[in-house]
């Protein structure tokens, strides 16, 4: 999946942990199969709550364009 | 899955629906005036970053320093530059007199608000008319809402997260519990209280945002009139829903002007054809007439000397919105000291911090109800900033402790909640059904086409026909999980506030609030005839809404001085 979405996880600090999960203002992320956080709900109001509380600093927040037709990602 | 939900009751004292700022200070304040009661506040995200102010606010919009200005310049200032006449001067009165006691609340629990080198507090201008009294003092306030949860949690607060209410428990004008699920377990809970204070925001999902995307809207997406809802539904009254809060927002981005950040910088407003237009009082001319026009306006810095510059840079870039600026700004490329930035109408919602919908509320943070009281961008305390959810969180939290004290825990009736819950869950075992988005976006969209001033009777009673068939259709909401089924509940709490709005607009037969409320069947201000509140309510018989007005109130033995 390649599509350029608000909350960009770096798959290779992501440790896990849940935090974003658990903070998330509107509850836009899950943890996967292998244990990475994901944006699974295109409904980022880009406050960016999750770039400040990561503790591996994997986050990064982009503007959410394109935008996607779909709220469930996957 | 299996959906049969499992219900989970809750007893508790004072039940706080909505840990954002007002609900945290309100939790807070009832536990100051009740060391021994119960309190639970219920939040449908974490505390620790919920609520409009999830990763801080710049400013309190609204402090009347002793020795500089005053309640009563406060009073007149919101009077004139906000709300036109149309005021219960009361509220705005106690706001303004209990303002500075809150700010050095929030300095004892290390907030650090701006001073000069005397040490005295800067106060900026908050209105754009020219009246006295500068209010807006400006804060290091990121980390706000750690501060607020916090102190929440050193205080024996219960909180229960990622909780969404459904609806207020209550009979015979009297409410005594709330219902609602977790978004994460399924859990359904029903909780008896003695006392219930409302906190949850406004409805910043209202309009479409003419980006398509949405969640890029000027308010709080979270916030989805839950309470407006909830409480009309109990029998409340509520207040100026014809109001609806439309500002000129940097285009596609939904963040306010650089100049309602810093009314002092000096930047330029200018047309399409680069010339400079007058842009001074932003509640008026200027702006009805971008609003009746389609063209776009920019702000230009590039004449600002760079002192000025990173000034507004540094508001802007620490504001609640930092985080939208920030990419907007790397992302576009975009330098303010050569681009001027494109600004238009994006989208409208329903709020009493920059607005003035609400629940109606007296000086006690009490709504028509008994034992329901409300604050923060919920209640109608119209224009109230940050400022009015703190004052009014504090003394709603002392107002339901008092009313606590002498009151009885109410018996649950546990089968009429298992039928709540079943039903609401039943919409996760449809096998066909509209996707709760769906029906959003085509409600709002419906919003942003009819109920988005200039509206007309017929734009209006459009509008009623087609939330008619919303009402049919938001029967056969079919969703996926947990997440979804909370969008379903929100979608009906946006249904009805649309239905407030729409009746309430057609109801006003004036314009009085320009880019809010403008008629353009009825275009000049009639103070004549419509000097007063539009309020509304549910009829507890019928189910239908009932609208009516109400006097204006002005403050009793102002003007002796």
Redesign the interface.
């Known amino acids: 999946m390649n599509e350029r979405l608000s909350v960009e996880i770096n798959r290779d600090s992501c440790n896990g942990c849940g935090i974003c999960v658990?903070?998330?203002?509107?509850?836009c992320l899950r943890i996967d199969e292998n244990e990475k956080a994901f944006m699974?709900?295109?409904?980022?109001?880009?406050?960016?709550?999750c770039?400040?509380?990561c503790p591996e600093k994997a986050i990064t927040?982009?503007?959410?364009?394109p935008?996607r037709s779909?709220?469930?990602l996957r | 899955m299996s959906k049969k939900p499992g219900l989970e009751m809750i007893n508790t004292d004072i039940l706080v629906i909505g840990g954002g700022s007002a609900g945290c200070m309100a939790a807070i304040a009832a536990r100051e005036a009740g060391p021994d009661l119960d309190i639970t506040i219920l939040e449908k995200a974490n505390i620790r970053r919920s609520g409009t102010l999830a990763t801080g606010m710049d400013a309190l919009n609204i402090v009347a320093v002793p020795g500089g200005s005053t309640p009563e310049e406060y009073v007149k200032g919101v009077d004139l530059d906000h709300l036109r006449g149309v005021i219960d001067e009361d509220l705005h009165y106690v706001l303004a007199e209990k303002s500075f006691a809150m700010l050095k609340r929030l300095e004892g629990w290390g907030i650090e608000f701006e001073k000069d080198a005397t040490g005295q507090y800067v106060a900026s201008p908050t209105f754009y008319g020219p009246y006295p009294g500068n209010f807006t003092i400006h804060m290091d306030g990121l980390d706000l809402k750690l501060i607020l949860s916090r102190e929440v949690a050193k205080r024996k607060i219960t909180v229960i997260n990622h909780t969404i209410t459904t609806s207020l428990l209550s009979d015979n004008n009297s409410v005594y519990g709330c219902s609602g699920f977790n978004i994460r377990t399924g859990k359904f809970i029903f909780c008896s209280a003695k006392a219930v204070i409302l906190a949850t925001g406004g409805c910043g999902r209202f309009g479409m945002p003419s980006s398509g995307y949405m969640y890029g809207t000027f308010d709080f997406p979270g916030n989805t009139g839950d309470g407006y809802s909830m409480a009309y539904r109990a029998g409340a009254e509520l207040r100026n829903f014809e109001y609806v809060q439309n500002f000129v927002e940097i285009k596609k981005l939904n963040v306010p002007l650089g100049k309602e950040y810093d009314p002092e910088s000096e930047a330029k407003m200018i047309d399409e054809r680069g010339e400079e237009i007058e842009w001074r009082d932003g509640w008026d001319a200027d702006e009805v007439k971008l609003l009746l026009s389609d063209e776009s306006v920019y702000e230009r810095f590039s004449h600002l000397p760079e002192e000025k510059i990173q000034r507004i840079e540094h508001i802007w870039f620490n504001s609640e919105r930092k985080h939208p600026i920030i990419s907007f700004f790397r992302e576009r490329k975009i330098d303010i000291r050569k681009d001027d930035i494109e600004y238009g109408f994006e989208d409208i919602s329903l709020c009493s911090g920059h607005g003035s919908s609400g629940i109606k509320v007296d000086t006690e943070a009490a709504t028509t109800l008994k034992g329901l009281y409300a604050a923060g961008d919920v209640a109608c305390v119209p224009v109230q900033y940050l400022t009015g959810a703190f004052v009014y969180g504090e003394i709603a939290g002392q107002s339901a402790a008092k009313y606590a004290e002498h009151t009885a825990a109410r018996e649950i009736d546990q089968d009429s909640i298992q039928k709540q819950a079943d039903k609401i869950f039943a919409q996760l075992d449809r096998s066909e059904g509209i996707k709760p988005n769906q029906f959003e976006l085509r409600l709002r969209n419906m919003i942003t086409e009819f109920l988005t001033p200039p509206r007309n009777a017929e734009k209006l009673e459009n509008a009623l026909n087609l939330i008619v068939e919303f009402r049919k259709d938001v029967e056969k909401l079919k969703v996926e999980d947990l997440h979804e089924l909370g969008k379903a509940v929100e979608a009906r709490f946006i249904l009805d506030c649309a239905e407030m709005t729409a009746r309430s607009a057609l109801k006003r037969e004036e314009t009085r609030w320009g880019k809010s409320d403008f008629r353009s069947d009825f275009r000049e201000r009639d103070d004549k005839n419509w000097l007063k509140f539009v309020d509304l309510k549910m009829d507890q018989e019928t189910g239908e809404m009932r609208i009516f007005t109400s006097p204006v109130k002005r403050r009793q033995g102002k003007g002796k001085k």
């Open positions: 658990d903070i998330c203002p509107l509850d699974k709900y295109d409904e980022c109001w880009y406050c960016g709550s770039t400040i509380e927040l982009r503007l959410p364009y935008i779909q709220n469930s």
